[in-house]
């Protein structure tokens, strides 16, 4: 055989304290050194060591090629393995290969002691493909939150450029290989891709490089499941994660054991198999069917409870104001010093993560001439909300439908104000939702470049505040207060105008039957 890449190499023990068991020995009939293949082979595999005998023209063994890993972070090594001088056969015999082998893998043991002494924080590497959009730099900033939130440490990004994709490996597996060699130089398991992988395409990867593989979407309803409260969201959350994982459970057998050893409770469990509320999802095959069933029943349930509550609410006449906005923008933190909420526990929880905000919550706030206001905070929307998750909340997400007005919240310190502000007002196209009425905060304006600031104004129309520092809410409220007074205004005209139409048709119509008394009393003989 002439290089290692093509053997057939039996089921391979994994861990990740150990080498594979097995060291791989063959012939290079044409002679030379081990190949670029022959290390890399050493390397994917966790091999305890690659060897190849040249074949002399005599057909005699000639020099002996011999590599071995070298642990992550060894000092002075370049590279991830360490080559032997070419050595004769009778060398070898001295060579105690299985010393070496023990040395090396009391040093990777050691490695993944330190790792778990810091528990909770799986290191991840972050890859985002490029295909020429122009904001594919802040995609990748944003992918790098969303694995943040989702509990996971950042170890290393990078920003792939690809006008085309491999079908099974999207980036191709030469930049797999690099991909893996720096995961085990930084001591990473886990990488995560900034695209949605198919069921196929995550196997793949995941075969070629022996890392854990999660995608955007997966990130995103991990961060669901951690921040879902309540039952509605609960039930939300797990229904998109079965609808996701299902396709996804199909021939997945050494995945999912994997998976299943290292899951836990929602708290701690790895990322990716976190189920909401602290309950552990359920990834049992047979049983998929059945919960997704159970989870769509009683959500049908708690949808028709709503709808009730819903009606008994528009009967009194406080308008409503939607509050929405890219997640992170800060409408938590709006809402609470909008609505003097500052005390526990009616305090809406605020925090620097991303979908901190679940469940739509409502708070009474007062607006100067218009009188008390119901404020409601809702979850943060995302550019390309993962389909599951955009239909497992749409219920939640049109109950923004009911309010009298929206007040669009924009993150406007961090870069890409624009293009969020873009994203939610397309999902709020998809709601059906566009010709609702909208005012734009620009909050942050703390922490905003002036310049910025201002360019966002004149765009976007908003009015600057800080949710923080409470500057600009003045004029936000007396915004709101002028649009809603607007909007009454509005509402009574055509009130009015109804009436009018009303009074209109009602006049018409008994002029007609008062013409057709006439025209009945003009022919009375006919
Ligand atoms: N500097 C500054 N930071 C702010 C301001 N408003 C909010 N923040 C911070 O932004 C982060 C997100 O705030 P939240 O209120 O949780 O944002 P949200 O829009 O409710 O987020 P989700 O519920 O996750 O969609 C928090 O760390 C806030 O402290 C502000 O005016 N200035
Ligand atoms: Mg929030």
């Known amino acids: 055989m002439a290089d290692a890449k093509g053997a057939e190499l039996p089921p391979i023990r994994r861990g990740e304290e150990r080498l594979a068991g097995f060291h791989l020995l063959h012939t290079h009939p044409k002679g030379g050194p081990l190949s670029k293949n022959d290390l890399s082979t050493l390397f994917l595999n966790r091999l305890d060591a690659v060897a190849a005998i040249e074949v002399r023209g005599d057909g005699l063994p000639g020099n002996v090629h011999l590599a071995h890993l070298t642990p992550p972070g060894t000092v002075g090594e370049e590279e991830d393995w360490r080559i032997y001088p070419p050595a004769s056969p009778s060398d070898i015999e001295d060579f105690d290969l299985s010393a070496q082998v023990r040395a090396l ?29 122009f904001d594919a730099e802040e995609r990748l900033q944003e992918l790098s939150e969303l694995a943040r939130t989702a509990g996971a440490e950042v170890v290393y990004k990078e920003l792939v450029a690809r006008k085309h994709l491999k079908a099974g490996t999207l980036v191709g597996a030469g930049k797999l290989e ?14 995560v891709f ?85 309950t552990k999802l359920e990834l049992d095959r047979r ?15 708690v949808s028709v409870r709503r709808e009730e509550r819903r009606k008994t609410r528009s009967r009194n006449d406080v308008p409503v104001v939607s509050i929405v906005g890219y997640t992170n923008a800060g409408k938590s ?41 119901v404020f409601t905070d809702t979850v943060g929307f995302i550019r390309d909300l993962p389909a599951d998750l955009s239909r497992a909340f749409r ?40 010709e609702m009425p909208e005012v734009v905060a620009l909050n942050k304006a703390d922490a905003a470049e002036p310049e910025t600031l201002e360019r966002e104004r004149q765009r976007m129309n908003g009015v600057p505040i800080s949710a923080v520092t409470g500057q600009g809410l003045h004029a936000l409220r007396g915004v709101l207060a002028e649009t809603l007074q607007q909007q009454a205004e509005d509402q009574a005209v055509r009130v009015a105008a109804t009436r009018l139409e009303h009074a209109r048709m009602k006049a018409e119509l008994s002029s007609n039957s008062s013409a057709l008394r006439l025209s009945t009393g003009q022919y009375p003989h006919d």
């Open 105 to 133: 893998e009391e040093e990777i043991a050691r490695a993944s002691r330190v790792r778990a002494a810091a528990p909770d924080k799986e290191r991840a590497l972050l890859v985002q493909i490029d295909q020429g959009e």
């Open 287 to 301: 049983r998929i069917n059945d919960r997704i069933s159970f989870l769509e029943a009683q959500l049908s349930d």
């Open 178 to 191: 690099e991909l893996t060699s720096r995961a085990y130089h930084l001591d990473a398991q886990t990488l």
């Open 333 to 373: 933190t709006l809402l609470n010093s909008f609505t003097h909420a500052a005390e526990e526990p009616r305090k809406v929880l605020a925090e620097n993560k991303l979908f901190a905000t679940l469940r739509p919550t409502s708070r009474q706030g007062y607006l100067e001439g218009i009188g008390p206001v």
């Open 194 to 278: 900034g695209q949605e992988l198919g069921a196929a395409q995550a196997r793949e990867i995941e075969a070629a490089t022996g890392l854990k593989i999660i995608d955007r979407t997966q990130l995103i309803l991990d961060i669901f499941a951690l921040h879902a409260q309540g039952v509605e969201s609960r039930l939300q959350v797990e229904l998109a994660q079965l609808r996701y994982m299902k396709p996804r459970l199909l021939g997945a057998g050494a995945r999912l054991s994997r998976i299943g050893a290292s899951g836990g409770s929602a708290a701690g469990g790895a990322i990716g198999t976190r189920g909401p509320g602290e």
């Open 395 to 434: 219920a939640t997400l049109e109950e923004i439908g009911d309010a009298d007005l929206l007040l669009h919240v924009v993150d406007a310190a961090s870069p890409g104000a624009d293009a969020r502000y873009d994203a939610v007002r397309r999902i709020l196209s998809d709601l059906d939702l566009e």
